[in-house]
């Protein structure tokens, strides 16, 4: 992928984008690239410094330049859940039941079929 036309700082091996930190070699073709929304997850970033052949220093100023272009926001719903008192506790979404087969040790074309009627 091509540089984002929006360039806020450019090191030897990485700049700043409108798109998050992408790596100027762009015969990588955005293998690299951590987008915005990715720029706060601890583990892919020590995932990407740790990486051969990738420049610490340029990476770590890249990072630093990126986290204070777009600094990090909560969920808004959370936050506003959070300002009204409601939420104490972060937001567990219940498990949803896991889908069985019942299909194990017959033949499929002795099962019933189904079609979706329009």
Same mark, same amino acid.
């Given at each position: 992928?091509?540089?984002?036309?929006?360039? *806020?700082?450019? &090191? $030897?091996?990485?700049?700043?984008?409108?798109? &998050?930190?992408?790596?100027?070699?762009?015969?990588?073709?955005?293998?690299?690239?951590?987008?915005?929304?990715?720029?706060?997850?601890?583990?892919?970033?020590?995932?990407? +410094?740790?990486? %051969? &052949?990738?420049?610490?220093?340029? *990476?770590?100023?890249?990072?630093?330049?990126?986290?204070? $272009?777009?600094?990090?926001?909560?969920? %808004?719903?959370?936050?506003?859940?959070?300002?009204?008192?409601?939420?104490?506790?972060?937001?567990?979404? %219940?498990?949803?039941?896991?889908?069985?087969? $019942?299909?194990? &040790? $017959?033949?499929? +074309?002795?099962?019933?079929?189904? +079609?979706? +009627?329009?």
């Amino acid at each position: 992928m091509a540089l984002h036309r929006d360039i *806020f700082w450019v &090191g $030897r091996q990485w700049a700043v984008t409108g798109a &998050g930190i992408q790596a100027v070699d762009q015969r990588l073709r955005g293998v690299l690239d951590i987008e915005i929304a990715r720029l706060w997850d601890d583990d892919l970033v020590q995932s990407w +410094r740790a990486k %051969p &052949g990738v420049n610490a220093a340029d *990476f770590d100023k890249a990072l630093t330049v990126a986290r204070e $272009r777009f600094p990090q926001t909560p969920d %808004p719903i959370i936050a506003q859940l959070a300002a009204l008192g409601v939420v104490e506790a972060p937001v567990v979404s %219940p498990a949803l039941p896991a889908m069985q087969l $019942r299909a194990e &040790g $017959r033949l499929a +074309r002795f099962l019933p079929q189904w +079609r979706v +009627r329009r």
